[in-house]
Nanobody
Framework: QVQLVESGGGLVQPGGSLGLSCAAS????????MTWHRQSPGKQRELVAI???????NYADSVKGRFTIPKENAKNTMYLQMKNLIVEDTAVYYC?????????WGQGTQVTVSS
């Protein structure tokens, strides 16, 4: 069974940086697309970034210029590099993989931006 596991969350001060990882139990090129989402308390889950199998990467306006999915990901891992973090980035971050027949979600990793 294909699974996704996020890691790398934690507490960081405003202006700091953090890196998240999404480890898949299969080669990530098996996915038609993969995304990072986040959900803050009381808010709907929102799309942060998406990368397609063709290599196209798009970001939400709220994180553009601050968050990056490296073009060179590991065979089984997708990363999210976050810099210049702000309090509003505090959320549980989830990765998602679209296999075409179904979509998979990881369990999420908490990112807290606070002084």
């Amino acid at each position: 069974q294909v699974q996704l596991v996020e890691s790398g969350g934690g507490l960081v001060q405003p202006g700091g940086s953090l890196g998240l990882s999404c480890a898949a139990s299969t080669n990530i090129f098996n996915f038609k697309s993969m995304t990072w989402h986040r959900q803050s308390p009381g808010k709907q889950r929102e799309l942060v970034a998406i990368v397609t199998a063709g290599g196209a990467i798009n970001y939400a306006d709220s994180v553009k210029g601050r968050f990056t999915i490296p073009k060179e990901n590991a065979k089984n891992t997708m990363y999210l590099q976050m810099k210049n973090l702000i309090v509003e980035d505090t959320a549980v971050y989830y990765c998602n993989g679209n296999l075409g027949s179904r979509a998979l979600w990881g369990q999420g990793t908490q990112v807290t931006v606070s002084s």
